[in-house]
């Protein structure tokens, strides 16, 4: 694995292995005002949250390294300590990226990227109202990165004073992920949507963890990193227990492979447990994969010490 100092890249090659690899990254349109009350709207991906009592956002506007002029945004919150972020959904994808273009401090970057302002209720800039989610920030800190090095960086602490959220993206009084639709920032020009959805709810109690997986099981070599860990979440070591699994006297199944290949574990064990190779310790752990795919553990459990 190659290794690059920062101070041996220029800053062009550094700006983009720092935006390659710390991503996927929310992205925040910020809205503000300067003093004469000329409206300025920029996407920034180097944001995000940092504490929820208060809650407190981040966002990151530095100092053009080729011109060093300091961006319209860091001079309006500056100036007026307050205002907007908007959330970034895929449906102004494409607008974000007109407003991200530069313009005089008089151009309002709003009519440029046809957007609508949201009014306010604390603060005074507005939010943008094609976006489902939206925060009105006050300004906490700005903290000058590195000066002492030629450091252009910011990093603005904003305390968030109201929330905005559409009923759309709602679903039992909770925002819905997948309704947000919101996209994130890669490296160079690529973005990513957050459409492709998994599930992997940390657990409330402590893990056994992958160190104590009995070996048969830690060493598979069908198991992935993600599988074992799966495994690993469970409190206590299972023990096996001879009652599984149950089939009725109506239960049939195709071979190994069509079972498996149709998403079926119980087939698949059922067809296994009836041949000869019943404690092949490879087909029980495709078994237990598939298993662990579908949520079950505990049976994933059952099948792998079956071996």
């Not at 910020?30 to 504490?51: E, H, R, W």
């Not at 657990?203 to 963890?209: D, S, T, V």
Request: with cysteine; glycine share 8%; hydrophobic share 40%.
């Amino acid at each position: 694995m190659p290794t690059f100092l920062p101070g041996d890249m220029s800053h062009r090659d550094r700006h983009q292995l720092v935006l390659s690899g710390v991503s996927p990254r929310p992205i925040a349109f910020i809205g503000s005002q300067d003093a004469a009350g000329i409206c300025n709207l920029s996407p920034y991906s180097f944001f995000n949250a940092f504490a929820s009592n208060p809650p407190i956002v981040a966002i990151g506007p530095a100092i053009a390294a080729r011109t060093g002029k300091v961006k319209d945004t860091w001079r309006n919150i500056m100036e007026t300590g307050q205002c907007t972020i908007s959330t970034v959904p895929y449906s102004i994808v494409h607008r974000m990226n007109i407003a991200a273009g530069e313009y005089p401090p008089e151009v309002d970057e709003f009519e440029v990227a046809g957007l609508t302002k949201r009014p306010s209720v604390l603060v005074a800039p507005p939010s943008v109202a094609e976006s489902p989610y939206a925060m009105e920030c006050t300004l906490m800190e700005n903290i000058e990165l590195r000066r002492d090095i030629g450091g252009n960086g910011n990093l603005m602490l904003l305390e968030v004073v109201a929330f905005h959220v559409a009923d759309s993206v709602l679903s039992g009084g909770k925002l819905d992920p997948r309704r947000l639709d919101l996209v994130g920032r890669m490296g160079g020009g690529f973005y990513t949507r957050t459409t492709d959805l998994f599930e992997a709810s940390q657990p409330l109690h402590a893990c056994i963890g992958i160190d104590e997986l009995p070996d048969h099981v830690r060493t598979s070599p069908v198991l992935t990193g993600n599988d074992l860990a799966q495994l690993a979440y469970v409190p206590v070591l299972p023990m096996l227990d001879g009652s599984y699994p149950q089939f009725d006297e109506s239960f049939r199944a195709d071979s190994f492979e069509i079972e498996l290949a149709s998403g079926n574990p119980d087939g698949a064990l059922f067809v296994l447990l009836n041949s000869p190779q019943r404690h092949d310790r490879i087909m029980l752990h495709r078994v237990a994969q598939l298993l662990i795919k579908l949520g079950r553990i505990a049976d994933a459990w059952q099948t792998v010490m079956m071996e």
